[in-house]
């Protein structure tokens, strides 16, 4: 076998090859874009390269066929509260069913970890925010939600045999959004309604902007020092929202607010995959006329929340259930959609699962691994604290 950097144009190919060569035929596969997995490795589209760097490898056998490909990462904004030596990671993995050639590429990856002064590696994560290529998924290989790195059933084997042992779990919730939600939220939303300081509303594009400032003030208070999450600047919430704007339904965003303050958002996407599963990993001039085409020709009648949070000071208060109600009856009312999910919540915020539980009618539609190998094994280890 021969591992690989990635260093001209002709890596850059193989790496996303090898993705695509492993998936061959599985039903459930969905290609990603190939522009937003090198935005990753770009130094001019990912602002991480600020406080850290990447390198990735492909590996080849003894025939020169592509059977592997892994990505390393160093962040110093990258911790955990507890966290007792630096922490690296490792993300796109993808490996034939071989724990020697799985081993070969942790090992490079560890031993470049090492070489940056890291005590443990993470992954699979992503060089930046955990809203995409982020965990392994171990349980409901379904097809992929948009930028979620699908991967075997074998894979889960070729982590733990290395000696990757679970830091935290992703679980993920579904939904019918055509039903009726439980009596408990509606109770809670009933009593929140009656105080006219409590107002929710979906975001509009003419005020885009605005709503994206809102967006950065609720995030920065409910997330940012979790985990190596940064605060998000107005500019950056500004050009994100700008980025969605697109493929954003204004209906499914959502805000809330006390006395004019923002204090909650509900951030809900269409499912992008619906549509970008028939352009075969491709986004140029041509397929983007295609994406219109698709996306006007073809309805997407499934949707998946990416971000969900309240300011810590009006949590426990009834806030989750007055603007989930409030959003359902537009969402309801627009007969659109058929399909919920909630995107991964992780086991270390029993908050969240809270929500997501108290729902109604939610069930587990995946659930995903993100695993920890700390270098000196004399060390005990610990999970990801609870919030």
């Given at each position: 076998m021969q591992i690989v950097e990635v260093k001209d144009q002709n890596g850059k190919r193989d790496f996303l090859r090898v993705n695509v060569e492993l998936f061959k035929g599985e039903p459930n596969y969905i290609r990603p874009l190939d522009k937003d997995v090198e935005e990753v490795f770009n130094p001019q589209k990912n602002k991480a390269f600020r406080f850290g760097e990447a390198i990735r490898w492909v590996l080849k056998d003894d025939k020169g066929r592509l059977i592997g490909r892994i990505a390393a990462f160093v962040n110093k904004k990258y911790r955990t509260k507890g966290d007792r030596f630096p922490v690296g990671g490792v993300g796109f993995f993808d490996c034939t069913n071989n724990q020697q050639a799985a081993n070969l590429l942790f090992d490079t990856a560890k031993e470049w970890l090492l070489q940056k002064g890291m005590g443990a590696m993470d992954g699979p994560i992503n060089f930046g925010e955990r809203d995409r290529w982020w965990g392994l998924i171990v349980e409901g290989f379904q097809p992929p939600l948009y930028c979620m790195s699908y991967s075997k059933p074998y894979y889960r084997t070729l982590f733990e045999q290395y000696g990757f042992e679970v830091f935290f779990n992703q679980v993920c919730y579904g939904l019918d959004p055509t039903r009726e939600i439980n009596k408990k939220l509606l109770d809670r939303h009933a009593e929140l309604k009656k105080d006219p300081d409590f107002k929710t509303v979906h975001a509009t594009k003419k005020d885009l902007d605005q709503f994206?400032?809102?967006?950065?003030?609720?995030?920065?208070?409910?997330?940012?020092?979790?985990?190596?999450?940064?605060e998000i600047s107005k500019e950056l919430a500004i050009a994100m929202f700008r980025k969605m704007k697109p493929v954003m339904d204004e209906k499914i965003v959502w805000f809330t607010y006390y006395k004019e303050e923002p204090i909650a958002i509900f951030?809900?996407?269409?499912?992008?995959?619906q549509w970008f599963k028939y352009l075969n990993g491709k986004f140029d001039l041509f397929h983007k006329l295609k994406f219109l085409w698709v996306?006007?020709?073809?309805?997407?009648?499934?949707?998946?929340?990416?971000?969900?949070?309240?300011?810590?000071?009006?949590?426990g208060?009834?806030?989750?259930?007055?603007?989930?109600?409030?959003?359902?009856?537009?969402?309801?009312?627009?007969?659109?959609?058929?399909?919920?999910?909630?995107?991964?919540?992780?086991?270390?915020?029993?908050?969240?699962?809270?929500?997501?539980?108290?729902?109604?009618?939610?069930?587990?539609?995946?659930?995903?691994?993100?695993?920890?190998?700390?270098?000196?094994?004399?060390?005990?280890?610990e999970r990801h604290p609870i919030l």
């Open positions: 994206a400032v809102d967006f950065s003030i609720v995030y920065n208070k409910a997330w940012a020092g979790h985990g190596g999450l940064k951030l809900n996407i269409p499912d992008l995959n996306k006007w020709t073809k309805p997407n009648r499934r949707f998946t929340g990416i971000i969900f949070g309240i300011v810590p000071a009006f949590q208060k009834g806030v989750d259930a007055f603007m989930i109600n409030e959003a359902k009856f537009v969402v309801q009312s627009q007969h659109k959609y058929n399909y919920y999910e909630l995107q991964w919540v992780g086991d270390f915020n029993p908050k969240m699962i809270n929500v997501a539980e108290g729902l109604g009618d939610t069930y587990l539609t995946r659930r995903l691994i993100t695993w920890r190998y700390q270098f000196d094994r004399s060390i005990s280890f």
